[in-house]
């Protein structure tokens, strides 16, 4: 065969077959590098956007978590003073003045549960006052507002009522105590007929939970909790005098 002779028809076709084949294998390369620079892409994206909202999360639990911090110490510190709120003088003015700040700076942060309390606090101090000397039913009816909520100190059973009045007076002592001046009541439940101890008067939900949890923090009743008034019957405000009865027995 001559050196300079044409190849032929098969090499030819294997010789285009070889140019493809490496220029589709090339190509799928190329695709391939591409479609995972662009995964890589999207997985950064997202994982710097997991970040971020993770981050985001963060700010705002420990925005929430210093308000919810706040709100427990402005209520643990006018607590004393709300009792004031229904008295007149130069302290009640004080007082009044703190309980107000308080407010106002729990509410500029989306916590009015005092700002709440307060208005209540003032809303019951003329029906409240009035209704002191009448018996306990008629009391009870022109203290408690619609939809109102009780903070529980302790729930008895409705049998024992000297019982329940002696657990009042420990908790009166107890609060006074702690430097507040609170009313601590005795209801009678009406499903269960169960005598509950209540500290102050009825208030409206958030109110109610606010105060409960201050009560907790403060150690006065360690399982307190707000319940709704479902038209319990108020038997009577501590100080009881059990402390007589209780001598005169055997």
Do not use: C
Request: aromatic share 6%; no cysteine; net charge positive.
């Amino acid at each position: 065969m001559p050196a300079d002779a044409k190849p032929s028809s098969f090499e030819a076709v294997v010789a285009a077959f070889t140019v493809v084949a490496t220029f589709a294998l090339g190509y799928g390369y190329w695709k391939l590098a591409t479609r995972q620079n662009e995964l890589d892409v999207r997985i950064e994206a997202q994982r710097e956007e997991f970040q971020r909202s993770l981050l985001q999360f963060r700010r705002e639990s420990e925005v929430r978590r210093a308000d919810d911090d706040l709100e427990l110490q402005l209520m643990s510190l006018v607590s004393p003073h709300l009792a004031r709120l229904r008295e007149s003088g130069k302290e009640a003015a004080t007082s009044q003045r703190i309980v107000a700040a308080a407010a106002e700076l729990l509410s500029s942060r989306g916590r009015p549960a005092l700002a709440q309390m307060a208005d209540k606090i003032r809303e019951q101090n003329a029906p409240a006052a009035r209704a002191e000397p009448q018996t306990p039913i008629v009391a009870r009816v022109a203290a408690s507002p619609p939809d109102a909520w009780l903070v529980l100190l302790a729930t008895l059973p409705g049998e024992d009522l000297k019982r329940a009045e002696t657990v009042a007076n420990d908790k009166l002592r107890a609060a006074q105590d702690l430097g507040m001046k609170p009313a601590v009541s005795i209801y009678k439940t009406r499903l269960k007929r169960r005598y509950v101890v209540v500290l102050g008067k009825p208030l409206d939900q958030a109110a109610a939970v606010a105060v409960a949890a201050q009560v907790r923090r403060s150690n006065l009743s360690a399982d307190a909790f707000a319940e709704k008034d479902a038209g319990w019957e108020l038997t009577g405000s501590a100080p009881f005098s059990v402390e007589v009865s209780s001598a005169s027995s055997p």
